[in-house]
C-alpha cells in the first residue's frame, strides 16, 4: 500500500508539472498576444517642435482608428529625453533618428519596427526626385559668398548643430571630417540648436559660419523664404545614412508588433496619412527594418565619440 500511495503522489506530481507547464505556455501566448489598453507615441523635433506637434496630432486618430485603442502624441525636448521616456516605459513608440535608436537599443530601451521612406534629392539645388530612398545625408551649410569653400576652411569658425545623438546634425559630419584630418570640437565653436531648421537659419542671419544639417534642410524653411537656397549653399555631403525608425519598446509583444507595423504602413499609404507624415518629417512611407541596418551608425558612433575624448 504504501508503495501505491508513493506512486500515486509521484503521478500526481507529473501531472501537476505538466499542467503548471501548459499554463505558463498558455499564458505566455496569451500575453504575446495582448494589447495594451493605449498607446503613448512620441516624436523628436527635426524643425521647430511647437510646430512638430500641431502637425503630428491628426497621428492619434489615424492610429486609434486602426488599432482600435486610445493614442497618445507628444513632442520631446530631445532624442535622450525620448529614450529616458522608452527605458521608464513612459513611452511605447518613439520617432527616433539613426543614431538616437542605436543608443536606445543598447541600453535596452527600444527595438526597430519600421525605417521611414523618403523621395531622393538632386544635389546640390536641393530638389526632389520621384524615387523613394531609405536613406538620407548630412550636408554642410554655408551663406553664399562664404570664404568657407570646403570643409578645409571650417577650422577656427562657428557651426550649428543639433545634440550628439543626431545622425545627419552632429555624428556623420564628425566623423568624417576626423577621417579627412579636422578634429571639429576642437578646432571650431560648435553651438547647439534645436531643429534642422533653425541651423539654416543660423547661418542665414550670421550667427554661425555653417551648419550641419540633413539634405536638404533648406526645403523647411522654404515657404517662409523661397530665396533661401540662393542665401544658404551646401559646400559638402557625407556618405548616406540610414533613415529614421519608427521603434516600440521591447517588452511590446511580437503580435502587437506585427499590428502597430501594419497600422503604420497603411497610414503611409492613405492619402489623408502621407499628407501629415510629409509636413511632420518630409516621410512618404514606411517599410520594415531590422537591427543590423543600422550598423555603419554604430561605426560612425565610435570615431565621433572618440574625437570628443
Not at 126 to 132: A, D, V
Amino acid at each position: 500500500m504504501k508503495n501505491f500511495n508513493k506512486f500515486l503522489l509521484g503521478i500526481t506530481a507529473v501531472v501537476s508539472t505538466v499542467l503548471l507547464a501548459g499554463c505558463s505556455n498558455s499564458n505566455r501566448k496569451q500575453s504575446d498576444s495582448d494589447t495594451p489598453k493605449s498607446l503613448n507615441v512620441q516624436f523628436v523635433p527635426s524643425v521647430a517642435a511647437d510646430k512638430i506637434e500641431g502637425r503630428a496630432k491628426p497621428i492619434e486618430k489615424m492610429l486609434s482608428k486602426r488599432l482600435g485603442i486610445p493614442v497618445h502624441v507628444s513632442v520631446s525636448t530631445d532624442n535622450n529625453a525620448v529614450i529616458e521616456a522608452m527605458k521608464s516605459k513612459k513611452v511605447d513608440v518613439g520617432f527616433l533618428p539613426a543614431d538616437a535608436y542605436v543608443q536606445a537599443h543598447k541600453q535596452n530601451a527600444a527595438d526597430v519596427l519600421l525605417q521611414s521612406e523618403r523621395y531622393g534629392l538632386n544635389a546640390p539645388n536641393g530638389t526632389w526626385t520621384k524615387k523613394l530612398v531609405h536613406t538620407l545625408r548630412s550636408e554642410i551649410l554655408v551663406r553664399k559668398g562664404s570664404p568657407i569653400k570646403s570643409w578645409k576652411d571650417l577650422k577656427g569658425k562657428s557651426i550649428s548643430i543639433q545634440g550628439p545623438t543626431s545622425t545627419t546634425g552632429y555624428i556623420f559630419p564628425i566623423a568624417e571630417l576626423k577621417k579627412k584630418g579636422l578634429n571639429v570640437p576642437q578646432s571650431c565653436k560648435l553651438v547647439t540648436v534645436t531643429g534642422h531648421d533653425q541651423g539654416v537659419l543660423n547661418v542665414l542671419n550670421k550667427d554661425t559660419d555653417a551648419a550641419f544639417v540633413f539634405e536638404d534642410a533648406r526645403n523647411n524653411v522654404l515657404k517662409d523664404n523661397p530665396k533661401i537656397k540662393s542665401q544658404v549653399v551646401p559646400i559638402y555631403f557625407t556618405r548616406p545614412v540610414p533613415n529614421d525608425t519608427i521603434s516600440v519598446v521591447p517588452s511590446m509583444s511580437k503580435a502587437f508588433r506585427e499590428k502597430l507595423a501594419k497600422a503604420f504602413i497603411a497610414i503611409g499609404k492613405s492619402k489623408e496619412g502621407k499628407k501629415v507624415i510629409e509636413s511632420v518629417y518630409d516621410q512618404e512611407g514606411y517599410i520594415r527594418a531590422k537591427d543590423s541596418d543600422y550598423n555603419i551608425v554604430r561605426k560612425y558612433q565610435k570615431i565621433a565619440e572618440a574625437v570628443e575624448k
